[in-house]
């Protein structure tokens, strides 16, 4: 494992067919702001649209809270929350398609019940990981983890949003789904990196002045 200091910003875009329904739809279920924003797009896309959106939180309590209000807000359940080696968490799926998971690294509460976010983190799953990290190093991004060829995890230390690298294999299983899928991402990352299009397919733009 490798650790280094850096910093980049970054935030989600998601292609949506309704951005101000998807709003709308976020907002209830989690209650982010500045993380995500929404575009209108309806691009062909069919399964596993290769990344994941992770909501780092405290306990497994906020968990539940945070899986229940999705659920109420129309999305639908890929893994029920749940104790695993690492932690607690289960995976959910947005009515645009986008997948989350929330997850935490406590198996039991260690204080009172809340719906606070620690960290939101874009996992994107690609087919190599080495040479995928080396071409985001390229672009002045730093890593803070490096496990190999299955996890990278960049330095984002002042940004509302991290970025890791997955497998895309891996981080479908992760996902409860399966890896195959083709189509549109229907996701841009907007931030100080940007612009260029990553070896799978993942668009950055510059972020508006």
Do not use: C
């Amino acid at each position: 494992m490798t650790t280094t200091t850096a910093t980049t910003t970054l935030n989600i875009h998601l292609g949506v067919d309704d951005p101000d329904t998807t709003r709308a739809t976020y907002a209830a279920a989690f209650g982010l702001g500045a993380e995500l924003d929404y575009r209108a797009n309806q691009e062909p896309t069919s399964g596993f649209r290769g990344f994941i959106i992770s909501l780092v939180v405290s306990q497994p309590s906020t968990v539940d809270s945070l899986v229940g209000t999705a659920l109420e807000a129309g999305f639908t359940t890929l893994k029920p929350a749940t104790k695993s080696f690492w932690g607690y968490g289960g995976v959910v799926t947005a009515p645009d398609g986008a997948i989350w998971k929330i997850t935490t690294s406590n198996k039991k509460d260690t204080g009172p019940a809340t719906r606070e976010i620690d960290q939101v983190v874009l996992l994107l799953g690609v087919d190599n990981v080495k040479a995928t990290k080396q071409f985001y190093v390229d672009r002045g991004l730093t890593v803070a983890k490096s496990f190999g060829s299955k996890y990278v995890e960049f330095a984002t230390p002042d940004s509302p949003v991290g970025l890791a690298l997955y497998g895309r294999r891996a981080a479908a299983k992760d996902a409860g789904i399966a890896a195959e899928g083709s189509g549109s991402h229907r996701i841009v990352i907007v931030g100080d990196a940007g612009p260029f299009t990553d070896p799978d397919g993942f668009v950055w733009e510059p972020a508006a002045n």
